[in-house]
């Protein structure tokens, strides 16, 4: 299949990023760095999550920054929604759309949401009852998809069951997230084409991160598929709390950096993007693991006096 021209990155710093941190980043920095995301051109942001406070104290403020945040330019501002509490409380605030979410494995279900999958499917459907009603749309994410820490390799056909009630519930698209960075080129391929062929016309967005340092391998490998969205994060921050050795997502700006060095558009301002991670290096006081932020894009020359000359 020929490679995609163009692409839709998804940003989750402000939601993946920042739930899986000690700091509490203040409302007003999340404010500051989701306008700059918007400002950078970026089409999608997972700006927050709908979850219980208690479970991910970091985002307790989702209705505050979504307050905050430039809504002129048509950038789609989603919410992670795991129940239908989380879809009332999203709709009432006002969310472009809400994704829903759950693990293809009973094990991380239950770690991360306490509830079964098919508990979980029957709370999914109430939501699409309450965003259907609201006019919102959903789009369903399915956690460890590519592999799980409790269960290892995940079986297409549970990827499949998952998948077929999301279509059944009228939701846009299936989420493959890698949440701990299991997924490796023959595995995306294999649950890709098995999703496309058994439930057709349902597209299919991408998820990895970068735990083993294959994650812009397994982008390639998506984008010979013909996969057209994939998340990702400012810095490379990620990582999910409930789940063990969760390290961060593919970084953002090393993504753009790559589709744009392959002539792929994705309507984010490469530069820009940049200065987003080092906003969001200085607000946590710490290095971040994307890596052109800190060597510049490839053709970003340098004079010949940075260096001292070798002398033998
Ligand atoms: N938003 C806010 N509060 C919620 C909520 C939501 N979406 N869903 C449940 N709650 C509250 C309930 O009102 C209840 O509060 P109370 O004790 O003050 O009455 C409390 O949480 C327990 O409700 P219950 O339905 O029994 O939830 P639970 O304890 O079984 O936890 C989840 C289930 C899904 C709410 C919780 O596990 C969760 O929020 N997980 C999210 C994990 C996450 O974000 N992971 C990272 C993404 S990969
Ligand atoms: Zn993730």
Do not use: W
């Amino acid at each position: 299949m020929a490679r995609p021209t163009k692409v839709e990155i998804c940003e989750v710093g402000p939601r993946d990023g920042l739930q899986a941190e000690k700091y509490f980043v203040p409302t007003a920095d999340k404010i500051r760095l989701i306008n700059k995301l918007i400002d950078a051109g970026v089409p999608r942001i997972e700006f927050s999550s709908f979850v219980s406070p208690r479970a991910v104290p970091q985002l307790v403020d989702v209705v505050e920054v979504l307050e905050g945040l430039d809504r002129t330019k048509g950038t789609v501002l989603s919410a992670l929604v795991p129940n239908a509490k989380g879809a009332i409380r999203a709709c009432q605030a006002g969310v472009d759309e809400i994704i829903v979410f759950m693990s293809a494995s009973e094990s991380h279900n239950l770690k991360n949401v306490n509830r079964t999958v098919d508990e979980s499917l029957a709370g999914f459907e109430e939501v699409a009852k309450i965003a259907g009603d609201a006019g919102i749309p959903v789009h369903g994410a399915i956690a460890t998809a590519l592999g799980c820490p409790f269960e290892g390799d995940m079986p297409v056909k549970k990827l499949e069951y998952v998948a077929r009630h999301y279509k059944e519930f009228g939701f846009t698209g299936v989420g493959f997230g890698d949440t701990t960075g299991m997924a490796t080129p023959p595995v995306v391929q294999r649950a890709v084409r098995h999703i496309q062929d058994t439930v057709p016309d349902l597209p299919i967005h991408l998820h990895f991160h970068n735990t083993r340092g294959i994650g812009l391998v397994n982008v390639l490998t998506g984008l010979d598929e013909g996969i057209t969205h994939y998340d990702a994060s400012f810095g490379g921050m990620g990582g999910c709390p409930f789940a063990p050795k969760a390290t961060g997502n593919i970084c953002t700006e090393d993504l753009v950096h790559m589709l744009d060095e392959m002539g792929i558009e994705t309507g984010i301002d490469l530069s820009r993007m940049i200065d987003v991670a080092h906003d969001v290096q200085d607000v946590m006081g710490r290095e971040l693991p994307g890596q052109v932020m800190k060597a510049g894009p490839r053709l970003q020359l340098h004079s010949m006096d940075d260096v001292a000359t070798a002398a033998g």
